[in-house]
């Protein structure tokens, strides 16, 4: 499985920005695809995810200000932020959680993609 994430690089405070995270390989069905975000110093943590029902689940830093959409058929998810503030900033990873055609389970990573949020 290979994840592709694209987006990400600096914009100043209240502006917006978007990702994207596409997979590719043996993916039989999506269970989890999303986004998280680390920022120096601190724990990885939950920015927005998409389960395989559809249900967006956004962690509290992105709730109202950020939204994960979708194309299920492409492994794609999009990742809309809006109203950036600078304690935004971090590495993005694109996380995914597939079945395989084996039905095996599995978790990757993409590689992370800078967002800087700075005036």
């Known amino acids: 499985v290979h994840i592709a994430e694209s987006g990400g690089g600096l914009v100043q405070p209240g502006g917006s920005l978007g990702l994207s995270c596409a997979a590719t390989g043996d993916i039989f069905s999506t269970k989890v695809m999303g986004w998280y975000r680390q920022a120096p110093g601190k724990e990885r943590e939950l920015v927005a995810q998409?389960?395989?029902?559809?249900?967006?689940q956004y962690g509290e830093s992105a709730e109202g200000r950020f939204t994960i959409a979708r194309d299920s058929a492409a492994n794609i998810v999009l990742l809309h932020m809006h109203r950036l503030r600078p304690d935004d900033t971090a590495i993005y990873y694109c996380y995914l959680q597939i079945s395989s055609s084996t039905l095996q389970i599995s978790q990757y990573w993409g590689q992370g993609t800078q967002v800087t949020v700075s005036s």
């Open positions: 998409m389960l395989g029902s559809g249900t967006p």
